[in-house]
């Protein structure tokens, strides 16, 4: 048993030597790549097709480390280049690789992103969204979000498109946006799992012309406070009430006592209508009931005409069915 142990643990430590010199090795190799393009980097500025072998260089040596210098070296150069698309690509991916790092040594970008930002401004190419429904709202980026078509340019690079709709499922895609070279989607916003699809520009064509958009969708049911029918009908019931509430009082009292002496020498009492107040009372009773009866119509116009209203705007906004393309974001949304 001592022995397969000792054979086990040679096994072991050679294993992890070679692994050693194999990391070594790396190690060596990324350092050689990195002196050599840093020779060209510095030679660039005599010659600016030294950047081009210095890019080479750094791009080889993050094979074979995870360390982000090369990613910041390269930015660089493609500054120098003056090549902004490429230069700030590359100095975001050194932005999202070092922001968990807290140590000493990261770079600060900012200024040269400024620079390259006033340098040579930002290029925007073509894109067309057609979305349905068609308030569905976008957002580039976490910007302020507008309607689907206001959207016709977006900047060149990696760019997030956010479309949302109270009511639907949020759909995300990362898209890689090149100069002239204009992108066409197609969103189908649903209450489970929405859809982005990419198209092209005849399928787009085709599609009926959804900037048209019905405002009244997007407005909230009109408030309880602002329906003159509901509250008309419920002035007209409640004096209505009251009418008929004191024309049947009036009725039913629309009798005077009367006394009367009898042949015997003695007297009685007996009730005597009186036809002037029997008459109002009587007319109360109808004018009220009328109210009554107008006053629940009103109110009941007014909850159909609201049910209705419902109805359509559900109705405007259900969604369609369509098939999604090469999706790159998943996630699950609830809106209440």
């Keep these: 048993m001592k022995k397969y142990f000792m054979t086990f643990l040679l096994a072991l430590s050679a ?29 660039g500025s005599t010659d600016t097709t030294m950047y081009e072998k210095a890019i080479e260089q750094f791009t080889m040596a993050r094979k074979y480390s995870d360390n982000p210098t090369p990613v910041y ?28 790092i807290k ?44 309607q689907c078509y206001e959207l016709t340019s977006i900047p060149v690079g990696q760019r997030r498109l956010l479309f949302q709709l109270k009511g639907f499922a949020t759909a995300t895609r990362i898209i890689s ?7 066409y989607f197609e969103v189908t916003m649903d209450k489970r799992s929405s859809k982005i699809k990419e198209t092209d520009k005849n399928t787009m ?43 049947g009082a009036v009725a039913a009292t629309a009798y ?14 007996y009730y005597e209508k009186n036809d002037t107040k029997h008459n109002a009372g009587i007319a109360l009773l109808a004018i009220g009931g009328a109210a009554v009866i107008t006053g629940v119509t009103l109110i009941t116009i007014d909850i159909l005409r609201e049910h209705q209203y419902e109805n359509e705007r559900m109705e405007k906004l259900s969604p369609y069915i369509v098939f999604s393309g090469d999706t790159t974001a998943a996630g699950i949304h609830w809106t209440f």
Excluded at 219 to 241: D, E
Aim: glycine fraction near 6%; charge should be negative.
């Design 15 to 43: 294993i992890f030597s070679l692994s050693q010199i194999a990391f070594a090795d790396e190690n060596v190799e990324f350092q050689n790549l990195m002196l050599k393009g840093l020779n060209y980097y510095k030679q």
């Design 177 to 183: 946006m090149k100069a002239d070279e204009p992108r």
């Design 103 to 146: 140590q000493y040594g990261v770079n600060d970008i900012s200024p040269y992103v400024s620079q390259l930002t006033a340098q040579c401004g930002v290029v925007k190419t073509e894109i067309h969204i057609s979305c349905s429904p068609a308030e569905t709202l976008v957002s580039v980026d976490d910007a302020e979000p507008v």
């Design 73 to 100: 070296n390269i930015a660089r150069a493609y500054q120098h280049l003056g090549r902004c698309e490429e230069a700030l690509n590359y100095f975001k991916e050194y932005e999202n690789i070092t922001r968990q």
């Design 205 to 247: 064509l085709s599609k009926p012309d959804l900037s048209e958009i019905d405002t009244a969708l997007l407005m909230p049911s009109p408030p309880i406070l602002s329906r003159g029918l509901f509250w008309g009908g419920i002035a007209s019931a409640a004096v209505g009430t009251i009418l008929t509430v004191t024309g």
């Design 256 to 269: 005077d006592e009367k006394t009367q002496t009898s042949a015997r020498g003695g007297t009685y009492s």
